[in-house]
């Protein structure tokens, strides 16, 4: 991946896509621990456990009182949020599809 061309390693932990994934390309191995507070398509908090190996983790939380909570902050964007991305979150395909037509530079 010319991204990560030069580093030298054969595991990559990386984030910010909001979607959990451990893939293999070429030699090298791209693990992404999801999101805590956003998954995209999913109702569960991702994380994940590093060790002698990669271990890919969720956990179930409350989405509701999630929403409640985000929209006693006084946020300006609290209650958007709580609706569109906590209670009703894009689905992983919508994502993907938009990551797709994206070019990283």
């Known amino acids: 991946m010319p991204v990560f061309a030069g580093l ?6 990386c984030g910010h896509t909001h979607m ?11 693990v992404n621990a ?3 507070g956003m998954p995209f398509g999913r109702s ?4 994940l456990l590093l060790g002698p ?16 909570r985000i929209r006693a902050t006084n946020d300006p ?4 949020f709580a609706r569109n991305s906590v209670l009703n979150p ?4 919508a994502m993907l ?3 797709s037509r994206a070019e990283l530079k």
């Open 8 to 13: 030298g390693v054969t595991l990559v932990v």
């Open 20 to 30: 959990q994934f451990d893939r293999q390309v070429g030699r090298m191995r791209v």
């Open 34 to 36: 999801g999101s805590v």
């Open 44 to 47: 569960r908090a991702q994380w």
């Open 53 to 68: 190996d990669v271990a890919l983790q969720s956990t179930p939380y409350d989405l509701r009182e999630a929403a409640k």
């Open 77 to 80: 964007q609290a209650e958007d």
């Open 90 to 93: 894009p689905s992983e395909r």
């Open 97 to 99: 599809e938009g990551f």
